[in-house]
């Protein structure tokens, strides 16, 4: 057994980081009063104090219960709840439920190879700094740039969504006054900085959970034909829709359409890697968080989707909405209640889509802010949004993620769903380039770990299909691209786009290599060959008689329990 598994980095000392990693320390000041903390009084606003250092850290602040509901709940909105409708014509259930399977493996291994690194290297804005780490600086550039482009894009889309929900009550009230009270309630939360972040996505998430598990209820009853007199429930129907109806539309070309509304629907998963920074403990909640993710897939997208297919055929002229932006009669969850004659379910589930949509929103200014922050820090943005306030606020990162709020707005000119089709090209693909990057990054570090000199055992938290299921990740994520690519050149409706067409549903990869060479003309850096790769500087002193401790409960347990553990406990 090795120095390390016996215990010895209990005394190991951080090696001296360099600028780009290394953590400013805040000053030993006294505890600020609770309206400072807060953010609540203008004392907040003022810089916190570090001692020598050119980096800031924010704050751990979070709890390992919010990890978890962030893990199990967050970040599920409209792509899952109205965007599955879609995605249900375009490609038929079986499609869907097979191209969100498959996406749902990527995921799994995704966020696996994400905890890893960020048990070891707790970082503000983790996967971003992985990329300039274990790949190449300038890919890095552009994973950053990217990531804080796709949540700045998507902030204003879904306030738009929030305005039209909405609308589903009330009609005559104007959309503006609608985003402009959920933009409000989105500043007000970020007010409070990470714990309003962090709170609010616990309650948000709880709440999902629930009126999940409750629409699942309510499904398996239908299905079994339990459904109301007079309903199209009211006998049983099974696996009727699969046969009557088909279970794959417009054939090859439908399937491959589904993937891109089940990549949107996942966007955000990778939150809780960048939560992590800002937790308490990460050693401690981090892993336990990850595991939740399967119960996320299982119990949200398979289950959920699996009974709509069975529940409403993919030719049901109401999954198609004339709303440009969104229509939540055309939620297939909406659906499900209206044609068992649920009273009162479809403003249920429209509560659920709104919460869904409004904490979305919350996590677009989270997630872009966090990563503002890290490229700031690495001289890849303007120093000041490395700011960072007594309430530990990433206070001008902040700003400007919120500032593009208010293109919400354009949603009521006559050209609004044109600009929107283009504002979601930029950010329909732009979730599989961050889950590639954070792949690679996991194959890349332990490469050159095991150069080094290291061995699997230093690794405190590992992941569950270690370095093969990264690889796994890294070639769904390129099939992703690809039946996309194919799909922007063959519609599922048949026939071949123009260059419009093509770019509205492809404008990412573009924009990705635009950022890509402009960081190359930056940096001036390319490719890092393993034995450039530094896997010290940075890296977090764990407890290693605790972990040889659970490690060793673990080897004492039946082999059957000791997978459970592994990968859900």
Same mark, same amino acid.
């Given at each position: ?5 016996? &215990? ?27 309206? $400072? ?14 001692? $020598? ?19 199990? &709940? ?23 439920? %097979?191209? #969100? ?22 970082? $503000? &804005?983790? /996967? ?5 780490? #274990? %790949? ?29 929900? =909405? ?20 500043? %007000?939360?970020?007010?409070?900085? $990470? ?6 996505? !616990? ?44 279970? /794959? ?16 629907? /996942? ?32 119990? !949200? ?5 699996? !009974? ?39 403003? #249920?589930?429209?509560? =659920? ?34 700011? =960072? ?69 230093? %690794? ?5 299909? &270690? =370095? ?16 996309? #690519? ?28 635009? !950022? ?54």
């Amino acid at each position: 057994m090795s120095d390390i598994e016996k &215990g010895s980095h209990d005394k190991e000392t951080r090696v001296d980081a360099a600028p780009a990693y290394e953590a400013g320390v805040a000053e030993d000041l006294p505890q600020e009063d609770f309206m $400072t903390r807060n953010g609540l009084n203008l004392a907040s606003f003022k810089p916190r104090r570090y001692h $020598t250092g050119d980096s800031t850290e924010i704050e751990r602040t979070m709890k390992s219960r919010h990890l978890h509901m962030i893990a199990i &709940g967050g970040s599920i909105g409209a792509g899952f709840f109205v965007g599955s409708g879609k995605a249900l014509h375009n490609g038929g259930p079986a499609s869907l439920l %097979i191209d #969100f399977a498959i996406i749902g493996v990527m995921m799994f291994n995704v966020v696996y190879a994400l905890g890893e690194l960020a048990v070891m290297f707790p970082v $503000t &804005g983790g /996967f971003y700094t992985y990329s300039t780490r #274990f %790949i190449d600086p300038s890919w890095g550039f552009a994973m950053g740039w990217n990531y804080v482009f796709q949540w700045a894009i998507v902030l204003p889309l879904e306030l738009t969504v929030c305005g039209f929900t =909405v609308g589903y009550w009330n009609q005559e009230i104007n959309v503006a006054v609608w985003i402009t009270i959920f933009l409000v309630a989105i500043i %007000i939360i970020n007010v409070f900085g $990470t714990l309003g972040y962090a709170e609010e996505e !616990f309650w948000a998430s709880a709440f999902k959970l629930g009126a999940t598990i409750v629409f699942l209820i309510i499904c398996l009853v239908m299905v079994l034909g339990g459904g109301p007199k007079g309903s199209r429930y009211d006998e049983y129907s099974g696996a009727k829709l699969w046969y009557a109806s088909g279970a /794959f539309a417009n054939g090859f070309r439908g399937f491959c359409s589904c993937f891109v509304t089940a990549a949107f629907a /996942f966007s955000g998963t990778e939150l809780v890697g960048l939560a992590a920074a800002e937790a308490k403990n990460p050693v401690k909640s981090l892993p336990g968080a990850i595991k939740q993710v399967f119960w996320r897939i299982t119990l !949200f997208y398979i289950l959920g989707l699996f !009974f709509v297919g069975l529940l409403i055929p993919y030719d049901d002229e109401n999954l198609l909405g004339a709303n440009p932006f969104i229509n939540v009669n055309a939620s297939p969850f909406v659906l499900v209640g209206k044609y068992a004659n649920l009273t009162g379910f479809d403003s #249920f589930m429209n509560v =659920v889509i709104l919460v869904s949509v409004l904490s979305l929103g919350v996590s677009c200014v989270y997630g872009g802010s966090r990563t503002l922050v890290a490229l700031a820090q690495q001289g890849y943005a303007p120093k000041i949004f490395a700011y =960072v306030d007594r309430s530990n606020r990433p206070l001008f990162s902040v700003l400007a993620i919120i500032a593009f709020g208010p293109i919400a707005y354009v949603s009521l000119a006559a050209a609004g769903p044109t600009v929107f089709d283009w504002l979601l090209s930029l950010s329909g693909l732009a979730a599989l380039f961050t889950w590639g990057s954070i792949c690679l990054s996991h194959i890349r570090f332990r490469k050159a770990w095991a150069l080094k000199g290291h061995s699997v055992d230093e %690794i405190p938290f590992q992941a569950a299909g &270690g =370095v093969w299921g990264s690889w796994l990740g890294l070639v769904l994520v390129v099939l992703v691209l690809i039946a996309q #690519f194919y799909v922007a050149i063959c519609p599922p409706g048949g026939g071949f786009n123009d260059a419009k067409g093509f770019f509205v549903q492809y404008l990412a990869l573009p924009v990705v290599i635009v !950022f890509w060479i402009g960081g190359f003309i930056w940096k001036g850096t390319s490719w890092l060959r393993a034995d450039q790769i530094d896997v010290d500087t940075g890296r977090r002193v764990h407890d290693w008689d605790s972990i040889n401790a659970y490690r060793a409960e673990l080897a004492a347990m039946p082999a059957w329990r000791r997978w459970f553990h592994k990968l859900f406990v």
